[in-house]
């Protein structure tokens, strides 16, 4: 995980009714839901192409910051696995070192 796209991936899915309706001049839809009814008047206006839901900052913000801490704390336990197992590795050499100079 680089986190390069990230935020723009959360900022995409936060934007809400206002930045659809003042900055791109377009309305969008609160509850977007495809079925097999909908499908085609849905693919004759482009919306499956280009959907434009209402975002909700919240929850696309809570849903990425508890992603990277959780991905953070996975690297860093295997980090610390790595430390451990190494040291392991040199206390066995060691001790088997001392066994043999006896």
Known sequence: ?????????MHDLSRDRYFFEAVRG?????SF?????NYDSLKAQG????????GNPYISQGFFISFILCVAVVVLNLFIAVVFEGFEQASKS???DLIRTC
């Not at 377009?26 to 609160?30: A, F, G, L, V, Y």
């Not at 839901?33 to 009814?37: L, N, Q």
Request: with cysteine.
């Open 47 to 54: 919306l499956i192409d280009h959907p434009n839901q209402c």
């Open 33 to 37: 839901s495809v079925t097999a009814e």
């Open 1 to 9: 995980m680089t986190g390069e796209t990230w935020n723009e991936l």
């Open 94 to 96: 060691d001790a088997a």
């Open 26 to 30: 377009m309305p969008c839809e609160e």
